[in-house]
T-cell receptor
């Protein structure tokens, strides 16, 4: 079955330290991969995506993600965390559906950046 | 601003009632998706429409229904509401390879 896993419910990191939020996927073919962020009482905001090409993709707010095909992972990273990065992060994969596509989301990882 | 508009933003209603949530997708987007986010739960996919046709169903209850109109806006109808239906309901739309979310409709059933 096609799925996305975010193994950590919560990640705590000190401000200024690098952060990593993990994501692995199980889909056939070459998936399109996405990261979204949700701030309290807000909708999900698109951060970045991987379609093809360079395995390191850069996105909004200084975030980047590394695609690793052999490990079927797409971890979200940031070199220096900010308190304002504290939010809920979702990984997603787009898979083909007859005539269109569907998006499968992970369960989310809550990031807490401590001052 | 994602360009996806949802109304109402907040709604409080009583058990047993029926509500309609409305979504206007981004200009030109043909696909509309509905998701439910309950407290302490992730994003549950409900249903997807493409250019007026239902394309995929997820964990949508029989008490819930949706449709996409010729102008591409979509409505999610929730009936015989129960306390457990209290949640944040998101609409999202896509045309290319990225899905964009609205700000959601907060439904509280009392």
């Amino acid at each position: 079955a096609q799925s996305v896993a975010q193994p950590e419910d919560q990640v705590n990191v000190a401000e200024g330290n690098p952060l990593t939020v993990k994501c692995t996927y199980s889909v056939s073919g070459n998936p399109y991969l996405f990261w979204y962020v949700q701030y309290p009482n807000r909708g999900l905001q698109f951060l970045l995506k991987y379609i093809t090409g360079d395995n390191l993709v850069k996105g909004s707010y200084g975030f980047e993600a590394e695609f690793n095909k052999s490990q079927t992972s797409f971890h979200l990273k940031k070199p220096s965390a900010l308190v304002s990065d504290s939010a809920l992060y979702f990984c997603a994969v787009r898979v083909p559906l007859t005539g269109t596509y569907k998006y499968i989301f992970g369960t989310g990882t809550r990031l807490k950046v401590l001052a | 601003d994602s360009g996806v508009t949802q109304t109402p933003k907040h709604l409080i209603t009583a058990t047993g009632q029926r509500v309609t949530l409305r979504c206007s997708p981004r200009s030109g987007d043909l696909s509309v998706y509905w998701y439910q986010q309950s407290l302490d739960q992730g994003l549950q996919f409900l249903i997807q429409y493409y250019n007026g046709e239902e394309r995929a169903k997820g964990n949508i209850l029989e008490r819930f229904s949706a449709q996409q109109f010729p102008d591409l806006h979509s409505e999610l109808n929730l009936s015989s509401l129960e306390l457990g239906d209290s949640a944040l309901y998101f609409c999202a739309s896509s045309y290319g390879n990225t899905i964009y979310f609205g700000e959601g409709s907060w439904l509280t059933v009392v």
